[in-house]
T-cell receptor, first 113, second 109 residues
Framework: DSGVTQTPKHLITATGQRVTLRCSPR?????VYWYQQSLDQGLQFLIQ???????AKGNILERFSAQQFPDLHSELNLSSLELGDSALYFC????????????FGPGTRLTVL | GESVGLHLPTLSVQEGDNSIINCAYS??????FIWYKQESGKGPQFIID?????DKRQGQRVTVLLNKTVKHLSLQIAATQPGDSAVYFC????????FGAGTRLTVKP
């Protein structure tokens, strides 16, 4: 158990809908990262927050957004969902913003029908 | 563009043998190279990393080798055990983290 929690574990929705994925980092970690894992694209970095501020951006679509709250939990919002958004979404956390050792949560499996 | 990739998608070894998982990278500016292990149904787990100015680093039963001349990274697992069965990802850390496609390691009893 990494200490990172993600909810929900599974999510099934329809195209065009909007969903919110939630992540609670390990106690004491200030940095949160979001990743998308799909069969054809592998593990792709989406975005990073550090202590509430956006720190780095990867291959995140404009339809996706994230934020980190004062209690350090983070949410990833996915809107206007398409079939191709079906994937595993992982949250990871680390103590500082440039850490190589990131602790991953169990992931949220999103299925868009 | 810059990419991190893996030579072999699957690797099968006998329990007790040593395993070598390989990775090619193309971004010479990366500061660190990292290996992660992902077991079925779980998120990736940090194994070991190596700074770009090093060529070898050892951990518990694992060794990472970095050959900057040919832009190659490898993970050696000694005395492979059934619990080592997983997908192994190499990743490079610059301004962000980029992961390779992964190699599935299967350990036969």
């Amino acid at each position: 158990d990494s200490g990172v929690t993600q909810t929900p574990k599974h999510l099934i929705t329809a195209t065009g809908q909007r969903v919110t994925l939630r992540c609670s980092p390990r106690s004491g970690d200030l940095s949160v990262y979001w990743y998308q894992q799909s069969l054809d694209q592998g593990l792709q970095f989406l975005i990073q927050y550090y202590n509430g501020e956006e720190r780095a951006k990867g291959n995140i679509l404009e339809r996706f957004s994230a934020q980190q709250f004062p209690d350090l939990h983070s949410e990833l919002n996915l809107s206007s969902l398409e079939l191709g958004d079906s994937a595993l979404y992982f949250c990871a956390s680390s103590v500082a913003w440039g850490e190589r050792a990131q602790y991953f949560g169990p992931g949220t499996r999103l299925t868009v029908l | 563009g810059e990419s991190v990739g893996l030579h072999l998608p699957t690797l099968s070894v006998q329990e007790g043998d040593n395993s070598i998982i390989n990775c090619a990278y193309s971004n010479s500016a990366s500061d660190y190279f990292i290996w992660y292990k992902q077991e079925s149904g779980k998120g990736p787990q940090f194994i070991i990393d190596i700074r770009s100015n090093m060529d070898k680093r050892q951990g518990q039963r694992v060794t990472v080798l970095l050959n900057k001349t040919v832009k190659h990274l490898s993970l050696q697992i000694a005395a492979t055990q059934p619990g080592d069965s997983a997908v192994y990802f190499c990743a490079e850390k610059g301004t962000d983290m980029r992961f390779g496609a992964g190699t599935r390691l299967t350990v036969k009893p």
